[in-house]
């Protein structure tokens, strides 16, 4: 586990928060009622080969109790090699608290923090209020997260209450801001001139990370699954990142020129499905998985809306030829990616799974 010096948390994240930081979703058992820490444990190892300096453990579909167990799993996976982040997804406020005291008792090291989407602010106070009380109740290393949609556009046309941030960035464990792809252009600039002082600026967008890593010395990621663009044996996206910091602009744009196909094919991939608000899951799993990770199915989704954009078998072959422009071999072992690499390592088979989800066609 690795432990955040507390007098000093902002310094503990300029050193830590440097790379990127990658996504990991639950695995399951056949029968989809308990958690594979095989195929958990996989994830995080993969991950650390990968370069990352984090693993973002997002709690998809898990009670309370699974949450406890998948982060107990996570840490221990981890080994201090890297930090175990995760997001507060609980919909109650008073399920974000009790999300965020495991956290702190599992042993992870940061929280990514928002508003329940159902949580509706009166005012810039109000809002404020709410996150002051949630982030101060906590030791735990805090990134805010800066998104577009319309949950705050009565406080700010962007969605995004810059002046409620800039309070939130004087707290002494406030560490770090996520700025989201779709965010436009005069939201990332007001972001970056007036927080990048106080908090580190993570940024999602290859494109932009040049700017913003010359500007406003962004020096790490917020999550998003790399393996769409690179595998543990050609790092491509920490290479880039690594060489725009180190000042090697010319050997970084030749990476991302050479990324950009499979760049553009995940955007492609992803334009209807971020408009609605959805992640594709299933999608990142099978991304992770095609360049060596555990897969597996997951769960039905909690937001109904992910229903609307299953697996299809067009979308698999896309993924493997995406990757394979940029001289990535994805894997072709179809039914390990159903049944979870570790899962098929032991034999289970697709017979053996209790059903297949309506996500995957």
């Known amino acids: 586990m690795i432990k955040i010096p507390k007098q000093d948390r902002k310094a503990w994240a300029r050193k830590q928060f440097r790379g990127f930081e990658n996504i990991l979703l639950p695995s399951f058992t056949a029968d989809f009622q308990g958690l594979d820490e095989a195929g958990i444990a996989y994830d995080v190892r993969q991950s650390i080969k990968h370069g990352c300096f984090s693993v973002f453990a997002v709690p998809l579909a898990l009670s309370l109790a699974e949450q406890r167990h998948f982060l107990e799993v996570v840490v221990t996976a981890a080994g201090g090699d890297v930090t175990v982040g995760l997001p507060l997804m609980e919909p109650s406020i008073e399920g974000q608290y009790k999300l965020l005291d495991i956290a702190e008792q599992t042993g992870c090291s940061h929280v990514l923090i928002h508003p329940p989407f ?15 009380e949630l982030i101060e109740s906590t030791d ?3 990134v805010l997260w800066a998104t577009d ?42 972001c970056c001139e007036r927080l990048h002082d106080r908090v580190l600026i993570g940024s999602v967008s290859l494109g932009l990370m040049p700017l913003l890593v010359k500007h406003y010395g962004v020096q790490w990621s917020g999550a998003w699954t790399i393996e769409a663009l690179q595998s543990p044996e050609k790092p491509y996206v920490v290479e880039y990142l690594d060489n725009l910091i180190a000042g090697r602009e010319a050997e970084a744009m030749k990476i991302f020129w050479k990324i950009k196909p ?9 334009a209807p499905m971020l408009p609605k608000g959805i992640h594709p899951n299933i999608h990142l799993k099978y991304y992770q998985w095609a360049v060596g990770g555990n897969g597996g199915l997951l769960r039905e989704p909690m937001d109904p809306k992910e229903a609307e954009f299953p697996l299809q078998p067009h979308e698999r072959d896309s993924i493997k030829a995406a990757l394979r422009s940029i001289d990535l071999e994805p894997r072709e072992d179809e039914e390990s990616f159903l ?3 570790a899962n098929y390592e032991k034999g289970i088979c697709l017979a053996d799974l209790a059903r297949v989800p309506m996500y995957v066609t």
């Open 149 to 190: 949609g319309t949950q705050f556009t009565h406080l700010h046309p962007s969605n995004v209450v810059l002046s409620v941030f800039d309070r939130l960035a004087d707290l002494p464990n406030v560490v770090a801001i996520k700025l989201m792809a779709t965010l436009s252009l005069p939201t990332v600039y007001e």
């Open 262 to 270: 499979a760049y553009d094919a995940l955007f492609v991939l992803m």
């Open 118 to 132: 159902e949580y509706h602010a009166e005012s810039e106070d109000q809002l404020y209020e709410y996150y002051r």
């Open 140 to 142: 735990l290393g805090v």
């Open 339 to 341: 049944v979870g690499t």
